[in-house]
Structures are given as C-alpha cells and as structure tokens.
C-alpha cells in the first residue's frame, strides 16, 4: 500500500481526547468521510460510533475488505441502519452525538428511527475544535504537503508566457503536483462548496466576485464551476495569482505568490508590500490564547492605516469577512481568524491570506500556512515573498 496508514496510537489518542469532550452526551455515530477517517483510520463507506465509555466500533458498507486493512479499530460490516441500536448496543434514552453540520436531512431522519427513544444531539463544533488542534504526526504531514507546494508553486516560470489561457497554467502546475504525489482532489467541509485545487487567475478576472468562502473569486469554466481559472489569455504587465494547496496523505498546505510577465502598475505594487506588512502583523500575534477575533481586527486596523482598507479582503460589501483559517483534512478548518470567539492554541496550523482586490485590475497579495507554537508562529510555506518577475 502506497499510501500512508494512520497509526494505532495516533487513532487511539483522538478517541481519548473526544471522549473527554463528551460530557453528558453517551456517545457519538460519526458519518462525514473526513471525520470518520480521522477518528478511524479509513474514509470507506459507513460510520464509526465513539461511545462516551468503552471501544470505539466501525462499521463499513463498501469496501469492508479496504477498512478492514485500513483502520486498526474493531471492523464490522453495515447492512442496514435498522439495526444500529442493538449492533452498536445503544441503551434506551442515550444522548447520542451527530454531524450536524454535514449529515444530510434524510440520512438524520433514518438514525433518528433507528435509535428510537435516543435524543440526538449535535457533535460537529466539539470535532472542529478537537481536530484543530494537530498531533506531531499531523504537522508533519502538513510540512511534507508545504515542500511540495513550495515546489508547484515554484514551478510557475517554467510555464508561464505571454497568451497562454489561465486554465493552460492551472493544468501545468497540477500536473506537476501531482507527480510529487498531490491527491488531485480537495476536502472542503462548507455546503454547496466545490473547490479547485487553487486558483490561478490574471488581471481583472482573478477580482471576479463568487461564491466561494474566500476573497478571490474567478470566472471559472461553466456555470456550475463559477471560480478559479478560466479562459481568458494572460497578459503582461497584470498580476498573475497563484492560489494553491498542496497535499500529502490527505493533509493541506495553502499559500498564494504573485507573478507577472513584465512589471505591475505602482499602486498594485504598493498594495502588494501592504498584504507582506500585514501577514508579518499577524503572524506575530499568532500564539497560544491570542483571540482570533481580535487578530481580524488587527488586520483591519494596519489595512486602514497603510490606506488599504478600500481594498483588504474585497471592496465595500463583497469583503470575504476573515483574514485566515485552519488546515489540515480539509481547507476550511479552526480556527477562523474572523468574527468569531475562537482562541489560538499550540500546534495549530494556520494559513494566513492578505489579499487586495482592485475590481477592475486584478488580486494583489500573500498567504502562508503558520504552525503556531510557545514561541510564536512558525512559517511552514518558505518560498520567497517578492513579486515573481518572469
């Protein structure tokens, strides 16, 4: 097996450390693939249930044989949900915890039958929080998918010319990353989100509005894939965005240069040395019990003072409201560094995103994945931060 098994004592420590969350709930039924590849070792088809006391159990529709090789906890196939009181051994009027945040309607319905007289509360914020925070073997993981970033992205000017289709560049680097052994697909937990394994947009197109939780949009190539790169030729004398994330054994890294064929007007210059003062802001804040709340704030308070406030994050009500996030599974992780009441810890990894979006030029601006530790914020993304000049 090619592929990098997690190992029993790294799947028994989540277990201990959820358990420990659980409270009063009696246990929980994890569905989401992520998750319950995180908490067992496999992202086969099915569920695993973590009681609040005792041995976690896995029980897997397709493929029971790849489980099975997979996880290093009890495996047992799923036939039907019918069963799942007596064959996960549920009593009567346990508190039992779900995914509120990703399990579809019907599917909540039939464990809800299933379970009977059970009361079903929600365990996706204790998970979110729980897997913000990384083990050593994680961080490791995510330095490895840093290096081969650092890598693809490095491999920009070995492509790029004048006329090519942004999507023409898009194809390169992939290709690229995935020959270093890049997964080609992307986790990312919000609804309705479909992501690109990053984005690569030139001039005005890359300031496009979209829908994605992130400052930049794109045209994209269809209705339904409305961001990221599209078909419009690069040209010289623009900013060329460079959005990617790089990924070993199922774990992210994200970082963002700026290339260009040529030189860029002044003021997107300037802008860009605003978003490299901010990022340099924030990754001084980035320590244990700092609020992210308040490291948003400050990002749009240095925004201001450097005369970018127009700017950060997208013009007036467009702005992407956050100026950084978790990675690890997936891109969308804890912490948010935004409006909300969430507290830095060491060993999270962070990916911290000033970006400065002139509508009718293009996106200017830096981003770099941070280990947080005791004694500050480690940058895990090392490739050179000037403007790329091809």
């Not at 997690?6 to 246990?27: C, L, N, T, V, Y």
């Not at 060491?346 to 981003?367: F, L, R, S, W």
Request: net charge negative.
């Amino acid at each position: 097996m090619d592929y990098l098994l997690h190992p029993k004592s790294e799947i028994d420590e989540r277990i201990r450390r959820f358990q420990a969350k659980m409270g009063e709930k009696d246990g929980a039924i994890v569905f989401q693939a992520v998750d319950m590849c995180y908490f067992s070792g496999t992202a086969q088809d099915g569920l695993v249930y973590v009681p609040r006391d005792g041995y976690p159990v896995v029980m897997v529709r397709k493929s029971f044989e790849r489980a099975a090789q997979e996880s290093p906890l009890d495996v047992r196939p799923l036939r039907s949900l019918k069963n799942l009181k007596r064959d996960l051994n549920i009593p009567s009027g346990a508190a039992i915890g779900l995914e509120w945040d990703v399990l579809p309607h019907g599917l909540y319905h039939r464990v809800d039958e299933a379970l009977g007289d059970a009361k079903l509360v929600d365990v996706s914020e204790d998970i979110k929080h729980l897997r913000s925070v990384k083990s050593e073997f994680e961080i490791s993981l995510i330095r490895e998918a840093a290096r081969m970033l650092d890598s693809g992205i490095a491999s920009v000017p070995d492509f790029l010319h004048e006329g090519m289709r942004e999507v023409e560049l898009m194809c390169q680097v992939e290709s690229a990353m995935r020959f270093m052994g890049h997964q080609g697909s992307l986790r990312f937990r919000r609804f309705n989100s479909i992501v690109p394994l990053g984005h690569i947009m030139s001039g005005p197109d890359a300031a496009v509005p979209s829908f994605l939780a992130s400052p930049t949009g794109g045209r994209g190539t269809s209705l339904l894939f409305p961001q990221g790169a599209g078909f419009r030729k690069i040209r010289r004398n623009e900013p060329v965005f460079v959005d990617m994330v790089g990924i070993y054994n199922g774990y992210i890294a994200d970082a963002t240069r700026i290339f260009c064929l040529g030189r860029l007007p002044s003021e997107l210059e300037e802008a860009y040395g605003a978003t490299l003062e901010i990022e340099r802001r924030l990754a001084d804040e980035l320590r244990p019990e700092r609020d992210a709340r308040e490291i948003f704030r400050l990002s749009e308070t240095v925004g201001a003072e450097l005369g970018f406030e127009n700017y950060l994050g997208g013009p007036s009500g467009q702005k992407c409201g956050f100026i950084g996030h978790g990675v690890g599974m997936e891109l969308d992780e804890y912490p948010v560094l935004g409006p909300l009441d969430h507290v830095i810890q060491e060993n999270m990894t962070v990916a911290v995103e000033p970006k400065m979006i002139y509508p009718d030029q293009g996106v200017v601006g830096i981003e770099d994945t941070f280990l947080t530790t005791s004694n500050g914020a480690e940058r895990l993304t090392r490739l050179p931060q000037e403007i790329w000049r091809v």
